[in-house]
C-alpha cells in the first residue's frame, strides 16, 4: 500500500480510512465486502496504489468528527465522489434515506429528511411545540409570581398577627399587675 511515512501519516485516522476504504471494496475476506466491493464499489486506481495520491486529493480531516464520506452512495471512491463529511451528514446520505420516489410528496431522489412535505410538518409541530412550551413558560411565570405575592402576604400577615399577640400579652400582663 501507498507510503504514508513519508508525510507522517502512518497510524492517523486518514490513513486507516484509506486502508479501510481499499479492504472493503477488493477483500472478499473483509466483514464489510457484501455492502461495498459486493455491490460493484471499487477505489480508483489513482488511490488504490498511493496513499499520497489519496490524501493530495481529498486533504486532511477538518476535525475529529469527520470520516470518509461518498456523495454517491452507488458511486465509487474516488475524488469527484468523496468527502470529509460528520456522522449527521453521513447519515442523511445513507441508502436508506434517498429515496427513488417520495409517496410524502411525489419528489423523486432526495432525501427523506429532506422531503418539503415532512419538513413543513416537522415545521408546523416544531411551531405549535415551542408556543406550547412559551405558554406553560407565562403559566409557570404567573405561577411563581402569585405564589411568591402569596407567600409575602402571609410573612406579612404573620408578622401582623404576632404583634397583635405580643400587645394582647402586654396588656394582659399589664393588667394583672394593677389588680
Known amino acids: 500500500m501507498g507510503n504514508a511515512s513519508r508525510h507522517g501519516y502512518t497510524g492517523t485516522s486518514e490513513y486507516d480510512a484509506w486502508r479501510h476504504m481499499i479492504q472493503r471494496c477488493h477483500n472478499p475476506n473483509d466483514i464489510s465486502w457484501k455492502n461495498y466491493g459486493g455491490r460493484g464499489i471499487s477505489v480508483c486506481e489513482r488511490w488504490r496504489h498511493s496513499f499520497d495520491n489519496f490524501i493530495e ?74 408556543k406550547e412550551m412559551r405558554l406553560q413558560r407565562l403559566v409557570n411565570r404567573q405561577y411563581r409570581d402569585n405564589l411568591e405575592e402569596l407567600k409575602k402576604q402571609e410573612r406579612q400577615s404573620r408578622l401582623e398577627l404576632d404583634a397583635i399577640l405580643k400587645q394582647e400579652r402586654l396588656d394582659a400582663f399589664r393588667k394583672k399587675e394593677n389588680l
Do not use: M
Open 57 to 130: 486529493d481529498i486533504g486532511p480531516k477538518p476535525s475529529f468528527k469527520h470520516t470518509l464520506d461518498r456523495i454517491n452512495n452507488d458511486g465509487n471512491y474516488e475524488p469527484t465522489n468523496c468527502r470529509w463529511a460528520t456522522r449527521q451528514e453521513q447519515v442523511a446520505n445513507t441508502r436508506p434515506n434517498i429515496l427513488r420516489h417520495c409517496s410524502q410528496c411525489g419528489q423523486e431522489g432526495h432525501y427523506i429528511s429532506k422531503c418539503p412535505e415532512i419538513l413543513s410538518t416537522e415545521i408546523r409541530e416544531f411551531k405549535a411545540k415551542r
